[in-house]
């Protein structure tokens, strides 16, 4: 199984400030059409999980374009220019690259 | 719209059974095409893949619930079951039903299962 490694685990952070999550692959998540199946998806205090963006940097509907994603091959980031309260909660990258879909173990996001 | 409402969780004892069940609606294509998952969560934990099943009824368990767990699907009416038996403590959670398109894309909203004497 491919294993997701995220960092920080905890990121406080001031409103309007940005702030960055780092998630890495034990392999490369290439698939054989050449995307690359990396989601982002965030969960907010007792909701379910919600994507965020996929295939590495596509914004789903209704995702502010605060939110970004970059990163190819086993190293991906998510970035939030300027942190809004609604922004709180946990961010989790899984990848969509292999079966079984894999989680890292996830990032808290609280306000300072 | 895509939505995937979860159904059956509850309060049982050790050693006892539950059924789930996914109601699925607003899929664009053929539902038989989509691998459908239960996705678990225990309290102040992460988010652990139970179980897949795809298209074509090939299925895939979690060590953890192998042997105990059973999931099926239902193309005609576009549901998907998950039938948990022998259930410990360590099966407490919230269990998401959620569709797979190259990824996780459509989350229900849970349903708690608790284990407990």
């Known amino acids: 199984d491919i294993v997701m490694t995220q960092s920080p685990l905890s990121l406080p952070v001031t409103l309007g400030q940005p702030a960055s999550i780092s998630c890495r692959s034990s392999?490369?998540?290439?698939?054989?059409?050449?995307?690359?199946?990396l989601n982002w998806i965030h969960q907010r205090p007792g909701q379910s999980p919600r994507r965020l963006l996929y295939r590495v940097s596509i914004r789903d509907s209704g995702v502010p374009d605060r939110f970004s994603g970059s990163g190819s091959g086993t190293y991906f980031t998510l970035k939030i220019s300027r942190v809004e309260a609604e922004d709180i909660g946990v961010y989790y990258c899984?990848?969509?690259?292999?079966?079984?879909?894999?989680f890292g173990q996830g990032t808290k996001l609280e306000i300072k | 719209q895509v939505l995937l409402v979860e159904s059956g969780g509850g309060l049982v004892e050790p050693g006892g059974s539950l059924r789930l069940t996914c109601t699925t609606s607003?899929?664009?294509?053929?539902?038989?095409?989509?691998?459908l998952t239960w996705i678990r969560q225990a309290p102040g934990k992460g988010l652990e893949l139970v179980a897949y099943i795809t298209g074509h009824f090939d299925t895939y368990y979690a060590d953890s619930v192998k042997g105990r767990f059973a999931i099926s699907r239902d193309n005609a009416n576009e549901l998907v079951f998950l039938q948990m038996n022998r259930l410990t403590a360590e099966d407490t959670g919230v269990y998401f039903c959620v569709r797979d398109s190259y990824g996780l894309d459509f989350w229900g909203r849970g349903t708690l299962v608790t284990v407990s004497s």
């Open positions: 899984v990848q969509g690259s292999q079966w079984p879909r894999t």
């Open positions: 607003g899929f664009s294509y053929k539902f038989n095409e989509y691998y």
């Open positions: 392999q490369s998540l290439v698939y054989s059409d050449g995307n690359t199946y």
